[in-house]
């Protein structure tokens, strides 16, 4: 459970010092040739350390002890400042990628093909494999007995981010490659506006994924159901319990829940 709680620090640190990175040998590469879909992964990879920045302020802010104040806590900080995050990169990752895509089809301007570009996309690719490789490891940390697909849907909303941003990524710099490739080899820069926008509409997809988790989480979601089963085991064990009526519980972070049930 102490795993669970503190969840997220690691991987969220590490993409956002890794994003960092990439973002600015992905500029270099993008003002070098006047590359639409590079210019888009810089963008996607500014918004990535911008969000994952929101997400370390939550996760951090998440540990507060409980005061006077919040009785229960701060472990709801993580989901406000994760959803933050989302909204960024539906907003800022995914708009401005999805504009500079369509602006690059309707007025396309020449790019400039060098091994930079090239060299740039395989850095990029090592180290986004870096930061999603901790992710991956943080999952199996937290739920080393579940599936992949439990720990997807059991994943904390910090380390969920990291691991879908970086996969895709991770998938961003090989449609990088493929388009400036394709671009190159046919003379023909619509494939470099077809990249972008389908790094857009991954980025969509992967806010919309994070926002509607957060959401849950904010409005009140109950823990998971194997864990309400083995409370509920737990609570009948005891020779003065008969049976649990009424059970209602409430997240309020990650490995912390609130409950309420009656006895008879």
């Known amino acids: 459970m102490e795993a669970r709680q503190t969840a997220g620090q690691i991987p969220v640190a590490a993409a956002v ?19 639409s879909v590079m210019f888009s992964e810089a963008v996607h990879s500014l918004a990535d350390t911008l969000n994952q920045i929101l997400l370390l302020i939550g996760v951090r ?63 990029s690719f090592i180290i986004e494999m870096f930061t999603f490789w901790i ?15 439990k720990r997807l849907v059991l994943a904390d909303p910090s380390t969920l981010a990291v691991y879908l941003e970086d996969g895709v990524a991770l998938f961003g710099v090989a449609v990088a490659a ?14 470099d506006g077809l990249g972008s926008i389908v790094i857009g509409l991954l980025l969509a997809a992967t806010a919309v ?6 959401r849950s989480y904010l409005l009140g979601r109950s823990i998971p159901e194997e864990e309400r089963e083995e409370i509920i085991e ?25 409950i309420k049930c009656a006895r008879l």
């Open 178 to 191: 493929v388009s400036i490739g394709a671009s190159y080899y046919t003379g023909n820069t619509i494939w």
């Open 234 to 258: 737990a609570l009948v064990a005891e020779p003065s319990i008969e049976r649990v009526i009424d059970f209602k519980s409430t997240v309020l972070g990650v490995g912390v829940y609130r």
């Open 209 to 214: 994924i994070l926002i509607t988790k957060n």
């Open 17 to 35: 010092v890794g994003n960092t990175l990439v973002t600015l040998i992905k500029a270099v590469a993008a003002f070098a040739s006047g590359s």
């Open 61 to 123: 802010r998440s540990f507060k002890k409980p005061d006077i104040d919040f009785g229960y806590g701060y472990g709801n900080e993580r989901f406000f400042w994760a959803l933050l995050s989302a909204c960024g990169i539906f907003f800022i990752g995914a708009g401005v990628t999805l504009y500079n895509g369509i602006s690059s089809l309707i007025r396309p301007e020449p790019i400039e093909i060098h091994a930079l570009v090239f060299i740039v996309l395989g850095a």
């Open 135 to 149: 992710a991956i490891h943080g999952l199996k940390k937290s739920y080393p007995d579940a599936t992949w697909r």
